[in-house]
């Protein structure tokens, strides 16, 4: 294929946080965007060029987004498999319908990983009370119900501990379909973001360590506080997902590090990932950056870790209410802070409103610089 210069104009389905900081990497490397926001709120049509604000399960918005865009890609993956047939009937896709229908799905997830024989949690997948009555039997508890579809930062999830009456478990969890997993106990959890040009050859980022607050990522250390093998093992690993999908731009791949050093693959991203915001300030290539040089065909850019780097997401409730924001003052007098706010007018519980990036001379003390700013943000909410 040949590749598509700056100038050209880049479709990005959906219009999220992800989908503004690509718009960001296309216009300083010269490309015009189109974003389709599927009729949401969309802090990424502030910096598109042109913006196609509807449903997408409209025909008239597909036409108006593959009449102006050349090249497209996705921001984020519940999106309607047939709205990616449609779009990429009319002009190149990438990543593919068939890889962002994979990822979007857990039951289509845990199978391609099962038959690519890339290590997961054992599952069953269960679509009434008795199946999944069956499955605790065969899986025991502890054990994680998840919906099959469209969950993400902990939604759609349930634990479950042993006693509970699978009668009124599938009942309350009110789902079609869900995929029951053997409880996992991790001692870490870790990711790694790998790109795939259109060439197949793949690059990827150091590891993340990731830490969660309420089922939602509090903050990516970066490197991963792991030995050489784990991290190359989880390189290798994220890769191997790659090429199995055929995929082609940056993918996240999100793993448990169990006792011994044993990796299994928790889930996989078809997209530019939170763990991988840390690039922006940290590597010589952003995630975004190598989101569209895949998809436009150029050649892909370097991994290479300039510091060592303590990504802290910013959520709702570090704001007073849902409007006054944090005093980013603090962040300021940190010389080696950098700030990222995504353009949102109203911070409600947890959503995410930006991120932080801490950079310094070891993790450890740019881990202990983001605790110290997230807690005093967090006392100052009240």
């Known amino acids: 294929m040949k590749a598509i210069l700056p100038g050209a104009t880049v479709g990005i389905i959906g219009g999220g946080q992800l989908g503004r900081m690509f718009c960001m990497a296309a216009r300083r490397m010269g490309y015009r965007t189109v974003v389709w926001t599927g009729g949401l709120e969309a802090p990424a049509a502030a910096l598109a060029d042109e913006v196609v604000d509807g449903p997408f399960d409209s025909s008239d918005a597909r036409d108006a987004f593959v009449g102006v865009a050349e090249v497209a890609t996705v921001e984020f993956e519940n999106i309607p498999r047939s709205t990616l047939v449609g779009v990429a009937e009319r002009i190149p896709l990438h990543p593919s319908a068939d890889a962002v229908a994979t990822c979007q799905h857990r039951e289509r997830e845990k199978r391609f990983l099962e ?8 599952f069953r997948v269960v679509d009434s009370a008795a199946a999944l009555a069956a499955a605790i039997g065969d899986l025991g508890t502890p054990a994680v119900l998840k919906t099959a579809a469209f969950g ?5 999830q349930r634990k479950l501990e042993g006693g509970e009456d699978p009668e009124a478990v599938w009942r309350e969890f009110d789902a079609d379909r869900a995929v029951l997993e053997a409880f996992v106990p991790f001692e870490r959890e870790l990711s790694v973001m790998v790109v795939r040009g259109a060439d197949g050859s793949t690059v990827s980022y150091d590891p993340a360590e990731n830490r969660h607050r309420h089922h939602i990522l509090d903050v990516s250390i970066v490197p991963a506080r792991v030995g050489p093998e784990v991290a190359s093992k989880a390189r290798g690993l994220a890769a191997s997902v790659a090429e199995a999908l055929d995929y082609r731009g940056i993918l996240g791949v999100e793993f448990f590090q169990l006792e011994g050093g044993r990796l299994l693959v928790n889930e996989i991203a078809p997209r530019p990932h939170n763990s991988g915001h840390h690039t922006l300030d940290a590597c010589a290539t ?3 950056e190598q989101q ?10 370097s991994s290479r870790l300039l510091s060592p780097v303590v990504m802290l997401n910013l959520l709702g409730d570090m704001w007073r209410g849902e409007t006054a924001a944090p005093d980013w003052a603090a962040a300021f007098a940190d010389r080696s802070s950098y700030l990222h706010l995504y353009g949102k007018e109203r911070a409600p519980g947890r959503r995410k409103m930006g991120h932080l990036n801490v950079l310094g001379g070891d993790a450890e003390e740019c881990l202990e610089r983001a605790e ?3 807690q005093a943000w967090l006392e100052a909410a009240g």
Request: hydrophobic share 30%; with cysteine.
């Open 372 to 374: 110290r700013l997230k």
């Open 152 to 156: 993400y930062d902990g939604k759609g």
């Open 292 to 301: 569209l040089r895949a998809v436009c065909g150029l050649g892909l850019g």
């Open 286 to 288: 952003s995630q975004f």
């Open 115 to 122: 038959k690519e024989g890339i290590p997961c949690a054992e």
